[in-house]
T-cell receptor, first 118, second 108 residues
Framework: GAVVSQHPSWVICKSGTSVKIECRSLDFQATTMFWYRQFPKQSLMLMATSNEGSKATYEQGVEKDKFLINHASLTLSTLTVTSAHPEDSSFYIC??????????????FGPGTRLTVT | KNEVEQSPQNLTAQEGEFITINCSYSVGISALHWLQQHPGGGIVSLFMLSSGKKKHGRLIATINIQEKHSSLHITASHPRDSAVYICAVRSGGNQFYFGTGTSLTVIP
């Protein structure tokens, strides 16, 4: 079946540094990818919608200058957490939409990236 | 009030029991997803529904569009079914709303 990968699976960084997380659709082209954040024992929170070749659409309350999203190809979207702070520590998950037929799709999730900012 | 409400929040069952998880939503939707998240965090999309009923193995998902309600059923539950089950709806374009999840523990 379709697979979405994320890299890295976990990362520890120091406050003030930037971290890049990659999301790849391995065997299909995804014009639309999503980035989510999940706090412990909570459900997913949609951060932004990433569209290939255009600017990402951010949800209300998500700082676009802090969470930079680049969807440069049909199989890769990246999330860069800039000037990371301890409160950015979280589990970041991406998903990709695989079109099936017009107006239909399947959504596949990546395995997630656990970010710890010290 | 959340756009998507799930019940129960936590569920413990004996192996072999029939399990039902419910999801109600308050927005118009184009599709409803049932997701499974294991303790490691990885998420699997179990079903995508826009009407009726779907079955995959021991899992059955139903949706009633008029009542804005969906259920996920697990027959003959097994300890490996232990996970968090999340209901998510897609409402107009790429707007997604997520339930808070149901944590299921199946005891041998």
């Amino acid at each position: 079946g379709a697979v979405v990968s994320q890299h890295p699976s976990w990362v520890i960084c120091k406050s003030g540094t930037s971290v890049k997380i990659e999301c790849r659709s391995l065997d299909f082209q995804a014009t639309t990818m999503f980035w989510y954040r999940q706090f412990p024992k909570q459900s997913l929170m949609l951060m932004a919608t990433s569209n290939e070749g255009s600017k990402a659409t951010y949800e209300q309350g998500v700082e676009k200058d802090k969470f930079l999203i680049n969807h440069a190809s049909l199989t890769l979207s990246t999330l860069t957490v800039t000037s990371a702070h301890p409160e950015d520590s979280s589990f970041y998950i991406c998903s990709a939409l695989r079109p099936l037929v017009p107006l239909a799709y399947e959504q596949y999730f990546g395995p997630g990236t656990r970010l710890t900012v010290t | 009030k959340n756009e998507v409400e799930q019940s129960p929040q936590n569920l413990t069952a004996q192996e072999g029991e029939f399990i039902t998880i419910n999801c109600s939503y308050s927005v118009g939707i184009s599709a409803l997803h049932w997701l499974q998240q294991h303790p490691g965090g990885g998420i699997v999309s179990l079903f995508m529904l826009s009407s009726g009923k779907k079955k995959h193995g021991r899992l059955i998902a139903t949706i009633n569009i008029q009542e804005k309600h969906s259920s996920l059923h697990i027959t003959a539950s097994h300890p490996r079914d232990s996970a968090v089950y999340i209901c998510a709806v897609r409402s107009g374009g790429n707007q997604f709303y997520f339930g808070t999840g149901t944590s299921l523990t199946v005891i041998p």
